[in-house]
């Protein structure tokens, strides 16, 4: 096991870039494109993943990790079970956080926003570009429930693969997409000493960005 001592003696002097307010775009989602695509060019694992965070009605947050599968001025696209705890607690409050934590480069993305569900449209033509079998997921897992053991996950799978057996799968009634429409973002950028580089774009009233830098 690692003991506490172990953990407070490690150490990272983030040393491999800088920012400054001259290297970032106006527009907070050219930045945002501007280091996705670093990112993917760099093989960093996973560089469209982010944790969303949510609260419940009562405040009570959770976290987890989720795939990004797009983006625009509009926002950040996920896909999700609409009848998941993640769904019930955007349903109870839309206003979430996001977070990219690209360790590799040094960097993170934050975000907080409020998330909506996409159009059925929008949805049915993302699920129709999954590969099959996690087509086939989509319809086997209700997502969040309690289930006592994996064999039953299973057995539904191949029920739903013999019932789907031929022809296109339908979008299920109970899984889409959301989309994430920020309302502020942080660009992170670590630096030696801890002395890290921060910048806050925030959403005006009307629509344009202020840039302010943070201390570490």
């Known amino acids: 096991m690692t003991t506490t001592l172990q953990l407070a003696e490690m150490r990272r002097n983030y040393a491999a870039r800088a920012l ?7 527009n907070p989602f050219a930045q945002f494109d501007h280091w996705m695509r670093e990112a993917i060019e760099t093989q960093v694992i996973e560089p469209n993943a982010m944790t969303l965070a949510t609260a419940d009605a009562a405040g009570r947050p959770a976290v987890r990790t989720v795939l990004l599968k ?8 996920f896909y999700s079970n609409y009848e998941s705890a993640k769904a019930r607690d955007l349903a109870a409050n839309p206003k ?19 998330a909506k569900k996409i159009t059925a449209a929008e949805s049915l033509k993302y699920f129709l570009s999954r590969p099959r ?5 989509a319809w086997a897992s209700r997502q969040s429930e309690v ?8 057995s539904k799978f191949a029920e739903m693969k013999a019932r789907f057996a031929n022809g296109e799968i339908p979008l299920p009634d109970q899984w889409g997409g959301y989309r994430v429409t920020p309302q502020s ?11 890290h580089d921060r ?3 925030t959403l005006q009233s009307d629509g344009s960005w202020t840039i302010a830098r943070l201390m570490p």
Do not use: C, H
């Open 70 to 77: 797009g983006f625009d001025e509009r926002g950040f696209v």
């Open 96 to 114: 979430v956080a996001l977070l990219f934590p690209w360790l590799a480069l040094e960097r993170q993305v934050s975000a907080m926003g409020i």
């Open 20 to 26: 400054d307010l001259a290297d970032l775009d106006a």
């Open 185 to 195: 973002f942080e660009f992170w950028q670590g630096r030696p000493n801890r002395l």
């Open 147 to 154: 289930i006592s053991t994996r064999a039953l996950l299973e």
């Open 199 to 201: 910048f806050k774009y």
């Open 133 to 137: 079998e996690s087509q086939i997921g």
